[in-house]
């Protein structure tokens, strides 16, 4: 085999080990640890070092070291004054031109140190950082073709420190919009927090209402296992679901007495009012709008504003819709005083199906029912009621409850089951009478 082929398989094969290196899955310290002594190897380098460029310092440090104590790393720091020329491997003893990239002091540094090559390290147009080796272990001179193939080497190392330096960055970068985000959020929070208050402190006698029916429908939304965005969002439709009471004069929200039929119908006139202030603002959660637009809507379509049906209505809006009754039933009213616990349950009950949905009524008992039992770590209903109540009572109360919502499924499905079997003999005795009217082939 010819020197010159000799050569070309070592480049290819040096060139492997490096890339083998780069490409592994150690962490970077590693990865850069293993390419130095991979690169010194090859060209049986005593020493090795390579640098990373500090931009705002002007200076080379250090990131792998071998041969050169810690003592070395000072005078290893490398302070530059010109540019240095792309890829360029630098023969520190001027075998290739005269080294004037660096300065006096820093070329002194290095020569002092035993170094004989310098190599800096660029990435497309970035300059990276730089590869130092020392003299070799066999004291043969750097030849032309080592020099060249230094030049291939460094281009792999430096889009190594590049692509490290980019992930570094963009997880920097994704930290700070992170905490940015969070931050915005927490405002956004806030805000709506005030926004509430606002609305709250519009009628004194249902002060911190929209806080409570925020906190209710987030227990049933998360019974329902709702993504922890939606959860948020319904929280949020929660806090803001009376926004439209701002415009109602106090003297209705207020009054002691029966509402007269144009009192009702002004009253009534806040879910769409409360739906005009909110659909101007652009929310990140889906559903906020309606669910506040709707939130006094009914199953049997004897709601407001829009007289909706069941199947019209959003999951979020039922669940607004019972949480906003329980709470006003739970909650001393200027026309007459808070309901028990069991008697609002038992109101809920009665209105199943006509005003409340049974699925978000089942939620609701399960939630509380487990609030009851201790098994939440973050109860939103129990510390915003009355505690004098027998747990017991309501216990057994929900059990009922929620037995009761199993059957009248089950009762809803046979029913169905009725309905599309008597539908499909229907069906048959029609086929059976048609096909008799058809006169039999032949029949003349």
Same mark, same amino acid.
């Not at 809803?412 to 599309?420: C, N």
């Given at each position: ?52 460029? =500090?931009?705002?310092? &002007? #200076? !080379? @440090? ?7 104590? %810690?003592?070395?790393? /000072?005078? *290893? ?47 497309? =147009?970035?300059?990276? &950082? #730089? !590869? @130092? ?7 043969? %001179?750097?030849?032309? /073709?080592? *020099? ?52 709250? #402190? ?243």
């Amino acid at each position: 085999m010819n020197t010159e082929l000799k050569r070309i398989l070592y480049n290819i094969t040096a060139l492997a080990d490096l890339g083998e290196e780069i490409t592994s899955e150690k962490s970077f310290n590693e990865k850069i640890r293993s390419v130095l002594y991979v690169v010194s190897g090859t060209f049986l380098a005593v020493k090795g070092a390579i640098f990373i460029y =500090d931009g705002e310092g &002007g #200076a !080379l @440090v250090p990131i792998a070291l071998k041969g050169w104590s %810690e003592a070395d790393l /000072e005078s *290893l720091t490398l302070d530059f004054q010109e540019p240095l020329k792309r890829n360029e491997a630098y023969l520190l003893g001027g075998g290739n031109g005269d080294f004037a990239v660096l300065s006096l002091e820093a070329t002194s540094s290095l020569r002092d140190g035993g170094a004989e090559v310098f190599v800096p390290l660029w990435a497309r =147009d970035e300059f990276i &950082g #730089a !590869l @130092v080796l020392s003299d070799k272990f066999t004291s043969e %001179e750097y030849s032309a /073709e080592d *020099l060249e193939l230094l030049r291939a080497i460094s281009s792999q190392i430096a889009i190594a420190i590049q692509n490290h330096n980019f992930f570094t960055d963009l997880s920097a970068n994704l930290e700070k919009n992170k905490k940015l985000l969070e931050d915005m959020r927490l405002i956004y929070h806030d805000t709506i927090q005030a926004f509430a208050a606002a609305i709250d #402190a519009k009628d004194v006698c249902t002060r911190h209402h929209s806080h409570r029916v925020a906190k209710y429908v987030v227990a049933i939304a998360r019974e329902l296992d709702w993504s922890a965005e939606d959860v948020e969002g319904i929280y949020i439709a929660g806090l803001l679901h009376d926004v439209g009471k701002i415009i109602i004069h106090d003297r209705i929200l207020s009054k002691g007495s029966a509402l007269t039929e144009e009192e009702i119908r002004e009253i009534r006139q806040h879910p769409r009012i409360s739906y005009d202030i909110i659909s101007k603002i652009r929310f990140p959660w889906k559903d906020v709008v309606q669910s506040v637009k709707h939130h006094h809507e009914r199953p049997d379509g004897n709601g407001y504003p829009d007289a909706l049906l069941d199947a019209e209505l959003s999951e979020g809006a039922k669940i607004l819709s019972l949480a906003d009754a329980f709470d006003a039933m739970t909650t001393d009213r200027p026309y007459r005083a808070a309901m028990g616990l069991k008697e609002a349950i038992d109101e809920l009950r009665r209105c199943l199906g006509t005003q409340f949905d049974p699925r978000i009524m089942n939620a609701f008992c399960k939630a509380l029912d487990k609030e009851i039992k201790g098994e939440l770590p973050d109860p939103n209903i129990l510390p915003n009621l009355n505690g004098d109540f027998d747990t017991s009572v309501i216990t057994d109360l929900l059990e009922a409850t929620r037995s009761w919502l199993k059957e009248q499924t089950g009762e809803k499905r046979a029913a169905l089951a009725i309905r599309r079997t008597s539908w499909n003999n229907d069906k048959t005795a029609v086929w059976k009478m048609a096909m008799s009217a058809v006169p039999e082939t032949g029949a003349g």
